[in-house]
T-cell receptor
Framework: GENVEQHPSTLSVQEGDSAVIKCTYS??????FPWYKQELGKRPQLIID?????GEKKDQRIAVTLNKTAKHFSLHITETQPEDSAVYFC??????????????FGRGTQLTVWP | DSGVTQTPKHLITATGQRVTLRCSPR?????VYWYQQSLDQGLQFLIQ???????AKGNILERFSAQQFPDLHSELNLSSLELGDSALYFC????????????FGPGTRLTVL
């Protein structure tokens, strides 16, 4: 099956700085890559996603890039704020056959933004 | 609020017991996915149902079972509970026209003592 690796496991930045989280995946058939933000004890919340026919997507301070050749994708958060502090998960999905839709998650990145 | 509901919020039980977790997908969504989140295993896919039928199975133990009912709510049954089953259990659903996008419910925190 698919294997998703995520780095770094922890990330501390000063308010206003940028944060970058990187993920790699193993199965070239993966074609959907969402990012989730999870605050302590709460549900994973979808913040942005990208599909394999697109190289980059941006939503305000958040952007995601995808390199299909290298099989890696990254989350970029600019002008970080203390409320961005949370655990961020990347995931990959292979939309084919009986495995349609199931998400393979990375291990998460604890982002801390210091005021 | 994602529109996915889960009950109960918390569950505390003893080893060897059996519990049932309930999930209702967003209105109009036909799929339900179950995930387990623990500190050592991370977020792991358990099982998927689509319109009442099992669609895919992940790392689900034989002691665990699930079903999706005609009204599309789903139940995850965990039996012969062990300490290691303590975790957050999430369900998710996706809209029929975007079968890759999943919205998660608030989760059920299971504590096995």
């Amino acid at each position: 099956g698919e294997n998703v690796e995520q780095h770094p496991s922890t990330l501390s930045v000063q308010e206003g700085d940028s944060a970058v989280i990187k993920c790699t995946y193993s199965d070239s058939a993966s074609n959907y890559f969402p990012w989730y933000k999870q605050e302590l004890g709460k549900r994973p919340q979808l913040i942005i996603d990208i599909r394999s026919n697109v190289g980059e997507k941006k939503d305000q301070r958040i952007a995601v890039t995808l390199n299909k050749t290298a099989k890696h994708f990254s989350l970029h958060i600019t002008e970080t704020q203390p409320e961005d502090s949370a655990v961020y998960f990347c995931a990959a999905s292979i939309s084919r056959g009986s495995t349609l839709g199931r998400l393979y998650f990375g291990r998460g990145t604890q982002l801390t933004v210091w005021p | 609020d994602s529109g996915v509901t889960q009950t109960p919020k918390h569950l505390i039980t003893a080893t060897g017991q059996r519990v049932t977790l309930r999930c209702s997908p967003r209105s109009g969504d036909l799929s339900v996915y179950w995930y387990q989140q623990s500190l050592d295993q991370g977020l792991q896919f358990l099982i998927q149902y689509y319109n009442g039928e099992e669609r895919a199975k992940g790392n689900i133990l034989e002691r665990f079972s699930a079903q999706q009912f005609p009204d599309l709510h789903s139940e995850l049954n965990l039996s012969s509970l062990e300490l290691g089953d303590s975790a957050l259990y999430f369900c998710a659903s996706n809209p029929p026209d975007r079968t890759d996008t999943q919205y998660f419910g608030p989760g059920t925190r299971l504590t096995v003592l």
